[in-house]
């Protein structure tokens, strides 16, 4: 399926730039072209459990975020045909640097950040954002993709900004007033 045709990708811009991606969808920006002060910011709001994979490639200048629900599609009861393979994170990795180096990345060049995972609820017996970093720290390591930056765990929401026209990425934990940069 062409990447624009796909129901999961995210492209439009809010009036402040950002592009907001839901649980189950990525975003895919080529700014290579872009010039003047239009470069999006991709954000994630309300990351609990979910697991935010940004990938990048400085010298390609591409950029592309997911936001994961859970670790294993493999693991879902209901054996439904795969629509949001965003969704899960055992699909996500694969599938975002299928589609980052379709749009010309490069896998040597690629780098990756994660953020989420929290144990958002302390009284449950399993802990979903373990299993959801766990899962795409396996993934990228498969692909031989170094993770650049990691914010996981706690148990904290967050809430993330990803400015791609400097790579750089602010997270803001539930509680808490300002953004902190961290790359």
């Known amino acids: ?13 809010n009036d402040r730039g950002e592009i907001s991606i839901p649980i189950g969808h990525f975003a895919l ?3 290579s072209k872009i010039t003047g002060n239009t470069y999006p910011k991709f954000i994630i709001y309300g990351l609990g ?3 935010a994979l940004i990938l990048f490639d400085k010298k390609a200048k591409i950029h592309a ?13 209901e054996k439904t045909p795969l629509r949001y393979p965003q969704k899960y994170a055992d699909q996500a990795v694969n599938d975002l640097i299928k589609l980052i180096t379709r749009k010309g990345a490069t896998i040597t060049n690629l780098r990756a950040v994660i953020i989420g ?10 802990n979903i954002g373990e299993e959801n970093v766990n899962m795409v720290r396996k993934e990228l390591e498969k692909q031989d993709i170094k993770i650049v930056q990691q914010v996981v765990g706690g148990t ?11 790579d750089s990425i602010f997270v803001k934990t539930t509680g808490k007033s300002e953004f902190k940069k961290i790359t």
Do not use: Q, W
């Open 1 to 13: 399926m062409e990447i624009k045709k796909r129901k999961d990708r995210v492209s439009r811009t």
């Open 65 to 77: 975020m997911s936001h994961i629900l859970l670790p294993s599609f493999h693991n879902v009861k």
């Open 29 to 31: 920006k080529d700014t």
């Open 117 to 126: 995972g929290a144990k958002i609820f302390k009284n449950h017996y399993n």
């Open 156 to 166: 904290s929401g967050r809430n993330i900004k990803f400015n791609t026209k400097d």
């Open 49 to 51: 459990s979910c697991v």
